[in-house]
């Protein structure tokens, strides 16, 4: 028999307030993407990379190729088909994991806080949906016993 999922105890009174941060920041970035387009927008929002300068002088065969990750970012290659139009909004429709309806509280304060450490741009998917290689994944989280849930945002996986 499966385990029933729980939600871990949350504050539902504070959701308004991350809900409320969340939309003022889409809106922002949503008004700095139309004012700036999408190359800029991006180059505007990167923040440096956490890693240490010195990675490619590291005495070790991975140093070069974790600085070529850390300089230019971890390639997300798929080999699969672009989805058409039809299939992108048949997803959005879909929605997220029952998982995400559970721990909805808890994940709107870690998109919140993934926005606020600039690791994430939250963007409406009209802005985004005419971009070819857009796939949507469903927000899903994985309870745990002794640590805070893991949100699964992504479900792709190199082969």
């Not at 008004?31 to 005495?59: E, I, M, N, T």
């Not at 672009?82 to 998982?99: E, F, I, M, V, Y």
Request: contains cysteine; positive net charge; hydrophobic residues 35%.
């Amino acid at each position: 028999m499966p385990r029933a999922i729980t939600p871990p105890a949350s504050t539902p009174s504070s959701a308004p307030s991350h809900n409320q941060h969340l939309g003022k920041s889409i809106r922002q970035h949503t008004l700095l993407l139309w004012s700036l387009g999408w190359y800029r927008f991006v180059c505007k929002l990167q923040h440096p990379s956490d890693c240490a300068a010195h990675l490619d002088a590291l005495p070790h065969s991975a140093g070069p190729y974790l600085h070529c990750l850390a300089s230019q970012g971890v390639p997300a290659p798929s080999t699969s088909s672009p989805w058409s139009s039809h299939q992108k909004r048949q997803q959005l429709r879909r929605g997220a994991h029952p998982s995400a309806h559970i721990f909805k509280y808890f994940l709107h304060q870690d998109m919140l806080d993934m926005v606020q450490k600039g690791y994430w741009t939250l963007l409406p998917f009209s802005e985004l949906e005419h971009f070819v290689h857009l796939k949507l994944s469903p927000a899903g989280v994985i309870p745990q016993r002794t640590r805070r849930p893991w949100p699964i945002m992504d479900y792709t996986s190199p082969k």
